[in-house]
């Protein structure tokens, strides 16, 4: 099923990553290390990429 939107979580060491259909529902939610983050992203279809930092992150 194809994403609609990928919410990516910045944080220190990891990044966490959710995929949600058109309907909202999840399609994925997993944890990437940072040097995993660009080949995942590089595997998905052009879609809409969110973006949330917490306060530990360096972004």
Do not use: W
Not at 7 to 23: E, M, P, R, T, W
Not at 44 to 57: D, K, L, W
Request: proline content about 5%.
């Amino acid at each position: 099923m194809k994403c609609r939107t990928i919410g990516i979580d910045l944080a220190k060491s990891v990044f966490q990553a959710c995929g949600v259909n058109q309907h909202l529902k999840p399609v994925f939610n997993q944890r990437l290390a940072r040097r995993d983050f660009y080949a995942f992203m590089a595997e998905q279809p052009p879609t809409q990429v969110v973006m949330e930092a917490c306060y530990s992150s360096h972004y």
